[in-house]
Each structure stands twice: as structure tokens, then as C-alpha cells.
């Protein structure tokens, strides 16, 4: 089964980029601008099977990401989904800390290296660089 990924940034040149990136990677992509594009597509495209992976930007306008982490896991349905944070550059520690509390699974930082984002999901997927399939 190729991964569904739902892809959360405003920033629509990063978002196109990860889209790309991912989809050459093997996976399948959804993209929101916001949280609620990104809820919208959770009760449209994802609402009979989840995504296996949410990457979320973690700093963006009018969202508290925080926030939508814990309602993403209070929800039954996201509620193991793994989640990979998105940060400009190097953030403090306890910005990181702080995702993790609420949920997060793993971060990158942006500027996006290809192949840390695809390391990245990997990991939160449990999936081997050779085997495009979920474990």
C-alpha cells in the first residue's frame, strides 16, 4: 500500500516543493494552505481511511499548531497518525519539546534537504529506504 500524506503549510512554494518531493519518493499527496483546507480534506478525501502521515508547517498565520495537533489527536482518527513538524531553520528547543508534548512524532527543518524530509517520513512510516510499503 503506497502512503497517503497530507501536507499542511502556507507557504505555497513549500508546499508545492514537499508535494514533489514526496510524490517522487513514492507516496501520495494532499496539500492545505491551512487548517481548514487541511480539515476539510480529513473529512472529504480522508474521511473513510486517514492519512498515514500529516506533515505540518509549524509556524503559520491565524494557526496555532499546537493546537491543531492535540485536536488532531483527540480525534479517533488521527489520533495515532504520526505527524512530522516543519520548522524555518533551527527553532529553540523548547519549541521542538513543545510539538512533541502535543503529539508530534519527528521535525525537519526548512530549508527542505530532499532526502532528510524523505528520511523523515520513513521513520514516522516505519517504512525501509527499499521497501515503499508500511510495515
Known sequence: MTARILIVD????????????LERAGFLTSKAANRKQALHL???????TPP???????I??????LDFIHQLRQHPDTC??????????LPDPSA?????DAGANKYVTK????????EAVHTCLNISPSNQTIS
Open 10 to 21: 502556507d507557504e505555497l512554494g513549500a508546499l508545492a516543493l514537499i508535494a514533489i518531493i
Open 60 to 65: 503559520m498565520p491565524g494557526l496555532d499548531s
Open 80 to 89: 495515532n497518525t504520526p505527524i512530522l513538524m516543519l520548522f524555518h531553520h
Open 52 to 58: 498515514d502521515l500529516i506533515v505540518l508547517d509549524m
Open 111 to 118: 530549508p527542505i534537504l530532499s532526502h532528510k524530509l524523505v
Open 42 to 48: 480529513l473529512n472529504t478525501v480522508f474521511a473513510t
Open 96 to 100: 521542538i519539546q513543545a510539538g512533541f
